[in-house]
């Protein structure tokens, strides 16, 4: 694992405990709708760059 995994999977991990250690309910909400915001605009991101790419092979793929 390179150097950048770990500090993306330490950051997380240690997101994670700050949001069970929140007492407020409010701002565990809303911590928690932000993670997810920023899951689905990483999910979104993901999709958007393969899913051109595989309809482009599938298109011009069987042209060979």
């Given at each position: 694992m390179s150097s950048?995994?770990?500090t993306?999977?330490?950051i997380?991990?240690?997101?994670?405990i700050s949001l069970g250690r929140l007492k407020d309910?409010?701002?565990?909400?809303m911590a928690?709708?932000?993670?997810?915001v920023a899951g689905g605009?990483?999910?979104?991101?993901?999709?958007?760059?393969?899913l051109p790419?595989?309809?482009a092979e599938f298109i011009y793929g069987s042209h060979r």
């Open positions: 950048l995994d770990r993306v999977h330490a997380g991990a240690g997101l994670l309910p409010r701002l565990k909400r928690s709708h932000l993670i997810a605009v990483l999910l979104a991101d993901a999709v958007l760059h393969l790419n595989a309809i």
